[in-house]
């Protein structure tokens, strides 16, 4: 993980084609711009981690519902 400090105004570049930018320093955020082509997918990580999560939980969900459905065959 590379950690770099940046102030207002100022970005970095990732690869050839994605630019972030610092555009708002407050008390408790910054707000960040990134530039990136369309088909870049960029997610919140705290929401790919609830979808990560609710998929994990779906998967048990059904593996459970799975092994009640063997017993009721027995």
Known sequence: ???IK???NEGLQIGDDIT???VEINENSV???ID???ETLILRTELL???KDENYKA???DLNSLDALK???K
Do not use: F
Request: proline share 4%; charged share 40%; no cysteine.
């Open 36 to 38: 990136a082509p369309r």
């Open 6 to 8: 940046r102030k207002k």
């Open 59 to 61: 998967i048990i969900g």
């Open 20 to 22: 972030v930018k610092i």
């Open 31 to 33: 707000k960040i711009a």
């Open 71 to 73: 017993n009721v065959k």
């Open 1 to 3: 993980m590379l950690v």
């Open 49 to 51: 981690e609830e979808v």
